[in-house]
């Protein structure tokens, strides 16, 4: 079993900057990957980015690249995405995700948190 809780999400003008937090515990961190993931009023959940259990292969969605970073500090049971450069249309509930134990899907969700970006 794996818990999840989001942090840091908010209201900021286009073109600004939040940091999400996403702490885990459960299972040993640095044994698996971490998503993040978004999902906007009337659409489907869709994926923003992804790291590897020690960081060093990430994945980004297109929509995201260049503007968001996604990291993780095993030692603090952490992963971050750093949204900069932020658009209307990023506004959505994010949530960060672990894998089950056979690591081919993402089984474990956090509550979510908002962010919503002004024009």
């Known amino acids: 079993q794996v818990q999840l809780v989001e942090s840091g999400g908010g209201l900021v003008q286009a073109g600004g900057s939040l940091r999400l937090s996403c702490a885990a515990s459960g299972r040993t961190f640095s044994s698996y990957a971490m998503g993040w993931f978004r999902q906007a009023p009337g659409k489907e959940r869709e994926f923003v980015a992804q790291?590897?259990?020690?960081?060093?292969?990430?994945d980004y969605a297109d929509s995201v690249k260049g503007r968001f970073t996604i990291s993780r500090d095993n030692a603090k049971n952490t992963v971050y995405l750093q949204m900069n450069s932020l658009k209307p249309e990023d506004t959505a509930v994010y949530y960060c995700a672990a894998p089950g134990a056979l690591g081919r899907t993402y089984d474990y969700w956090g509550q979510g948190t908002q962010v919503t970006v002004s024009s």
């Open positions: 790291i590897s259990r020690d960081g060093g292969i990430t």
